[in-house]
């Protein structure tokens, strides 16, 4: 069956400028581009959230509607069943807030997919989500989890008002259940985004800090600390642009461009399905509508991980944020700094 969607391109305005060329760099240095196979299949189940962050890269919000629909919720359990996907990665928005985030999630477990959940800790504390901890811990589900800082002043003003009181009680809640735990089976995970225009420092360097201070001071625990560049799309490109940091940021991106985390970028070895449907070859080109290939299948219903591997990988400037010093991907860093 063949997709009758369009390929949707970015606007020019949606693309941070530089005057360096992605691809050229690529090519200047003898690179190209191309997927692996497909390890992951990272499915975005909508934009609502019960936060606003400034940095968020998916313009979410609680006034978003873009929610998946359980129709494409079954294609995506069908396409897991029939490929045996190994991991299927959830986010949003807060993922949770889609209706169907638990019947997905049971589901594609069932299948046999290992399932990490990109979750915010605060939607914890919304209506019908307070046994969020339990029902993770009963699915084995891996909990991946922004916190821009462990202190309350960086995190609040990146996030909101009152975010880091209750992200440090969503800890304590999923600690509780065993998430963090030397020993345990259940994975936690924090994510750091820089709190501004800048570049993540070391992430094992940080990571020690964060274990360091969250145990001593709030007795919290987790497992590995990821360390991600902002992407210059969406809000935090607005951001960019309103403070006169644009030319900046993707000055100092460019600069520190790394050819060693060419090959462990996210992008060959995942697909990003949208709350549509559409595929993507990472949730960021998802972000502002730049398709697979056009040669390739659009939508997944129409996915095969045969026809996926080896494919070329659309690009633009924003992937610059994904080859800067130590690289940045959903699981932290990806290379050595040059």
Same mark, same amino acid.
């Given at each position: 069956?063949?997709?009758?969607?369009?390929?949707?391109?970015?606007?020019?305005?949606?693309?941070?400028?530089?005057?360096?060329?992605?691809?050229?760099?690529?090519?200047?240095?003898?690179?190209?581009?191309?997927?692996?196979?497909?390890?992951?299949?990272?499915?975005?189940?909508?934009?609502?959230?019960?936060?606003?962050?400034?940095?968020?890269?998916?313009?979410?919000?609680?006034?978003?509607?873009?929610?998946?629909? +359980?129709?494409?919720? $079954?294609?995506? *359990?069908? !396409?897991? &069943? %029939?490929?045996?996907?190994?991991?299927?990665? @959830?986010?949003?928005?807060?993922?949770?807030?889609?209706?169907?985030?638990?019947?997905?999630?049971?589901?594609?477990?069932?299948?046999?997919?290992?399932?990490?959940?990109?979750?915010?800790?605060?939607?914890?504390?919304?209506?019908?989500?307070?046994?969020?901890?339990?029902?993770?811990?009963?699915?084995?589900?891996?909990?991946?989890?922004?916190?821009?800082?462990?202190?309350?002043?960086?995190?609040?003003?990146?996030?909101? +008002?009152?975010?880091? $009181?209750?992200? *440090?009680? !969503?800890? &304590? %809640?999923?600690?509780?259940?065993?998430?963090? @735990?030397?020993?345990?089976?259940?994975?936690?995970?924090?994510?750091?985004?820089?709190?501004?225009?800048?570049?993540?420092?070391?992430?094992?360097?940080?990571?020690?800090?964060?274990?360091?201070?969250?145990?001593?001071?709030?007795?919290?625990?987790?497992?590995?600390?990821?360390?991600?560049?902002?992407?210059?799309?969406?809000?935090?490109?607005?951001?960019?642009?309103?403070?006169?940091?644009?030319?900046?940021?993707?000055?100092?991106?460019?600069?520190?461009?790394?050819?060693?985390?060419?090959?462990?970028?996210?992008?060959?070895?995942?697909?990003?399905?949208?709350?549509?449907?559409?595929?993507?070859?990472?949730?960021?080109?998802?972000?502002?509508?730049?398709?697979?290939?056009?040669?390739?299948?659009?939508?997944?219903?129409?996915?095969?991980?045969?026809?996926?591997?080896?494919?070329?990988?659309?690009?633009?400037?924003?992937?610059?944020?994904?080859?800067?010093?130590?690289?940045?991907?959903?699981?932290?860093?990806?290379?050595?700094?040059?």
């Amino acid at each position: 069956m063949s997709s009758v969607l369009p390929v949707i391109q970015p606007s020019t305005e949606s693309q941070p400028r530089t005057n360096v060329d992605f691809d050229e760099k690529l090519a200047a240095l003898g690179i190209e581009l191309r997927s692996a196979r497909v390890d992951t299949l990272q499915v975005n189940v909508g934009k609502l959230c019960n936060q606003a962050c400034k940095h968020c890269h998916v313009d979410a919000s609680p006034s978003r509607t873009e929610i998946m629909t +359980r129709e494409t919720a $079954e294609a995506i *359990i069908d !396409a897991v &069943r %029939r490929f045996h996907i190994p991991t299927v990665d @959830i986010t949003g928005g807060a993922p949770e807030l889609n209706p169907s985030f638990r019947y997905l999630v049971t589901k594609v477990r069932a299948a046999g997919s290992h399932v990490m959940v990109r979750h915010n800790l605060t939607v914890m504390f919304e209506t019908g989500q307070e046994d969020l901890p339990e029902f993770f811990g009963a699915n084995a589900i891996e909990v991946v989890s922004s916190l821009p800082y462990f202190l309350e002043e960086p995190t609040d003003a990146q996030r909101g +008002r009152g975010v880091f $009181e209750k992200s *440090i009680e !969503a800890l &304590r %809640r999923l600690n509780a259940v065993g998430y963090g @735990i030397v020993n345990s089976r259940l994975i936690l995970n924090l994510v750091y985004n820089p709190v501004g225009a800048f570049l993540p420092p070391p992430q094992q360097s940080i990571e020690a800090d964060f274990k360091r201070e969250l145990i001593n001071r709030y007795g919290v625990s987790f497992n590995r600390l990821f360390t991600i560049t902002n992407m210059p799309i969406k809000r935090f490109l607005d951001y960019l642009r309103r403070s006169g940091n644009e030319e900046r940021y993707m000055r100092k991106l460019v600069e520190a461009f790394n050819p060693g985390t060419v090959q462990g970028l996210m992008c060959r070895t995942m697909v990003s399905v949208d709350w549509t449907g559409r595929l993507y070859d990472c949730d960021f080109n998802q972000m502002l509508e730049l398709g697979v290939a056009p040669e390739l299948p659009q939508t997944i219903t129409d996915f095969h991980p045969e026809t996926f591997a080896q494919r070329r990988i659309m690009t633009g400037p924003h992937c610059f944020g994904c080859t800067a010093g130590s690289g940045s991907s959903c699981g932290g860093q990806v290379a050595a700094c040059a």
